[in-house]
Nanobody, 119 residues
Framework: QVQLVESGGDSVQAGGSLRLACVASGSDLRLSAMAWYYKPPGQEREFVARITDMGTREYADFVRGRFTVSGDPGKNTMYLQMNSLKPEDSGLFRC?????????????WGQGTQVSVHS
């Protein structure tokens, strides 16, 4: 059984900050990458940021300079520091992990944590 737990979502005023966390657990789980996606109300899910076990970080253009992804997939932990939040950042933020369980490649998604930014 693999479990992903996201936390840190909240309702904040525009310009504020939040820090999201994603922690994965499961037997024989080795993660190579962890990523954040978000789904604004009524829109499609979008990529936000990603970190690999080699330390490589990627960002969507709309968050670059405002959001910072950190953590260590090798330790099943990822964070997202979100600064200068805008109302359009509101949505359900979900964690996606990639790796292996034993010899099998796996991908898992968390249930998400809700972020609401009001002006």
């Amino acid at each position: 059984q693999v479990q992903l737990v996201e936390s840190g979502g909240d309702s904040v005023q525009a310009g504020g900050s939040l820090r999201l966390a994603c922690v994965a657990s499961g037997s024989d789980l080795r993660l190579s990458a962890m990523a954040w996606y978000y789904k604004p109300p009524g829109q499609e899910r979008e990529f936000v940021a990603r970190i690999t076990d080699m330390g490589t970080r990627e960002y969507a253009d709309f968050v670059r300079g405002r959001f910072t992804v950190s953590g260590d997939p090798g330790k099943n932990t990822m964070y997202l520091q979100m600064n200068s939040l805008k109302p359009e950042d509101s949505g359900l933020f979900r964690c996606k992990v990639e790796g292996r369980r034993g010899f099998l490649p796996v991908v898992y998604w968390g249930q998400g944590t809700q972020v609401s930014v009001h002006s």
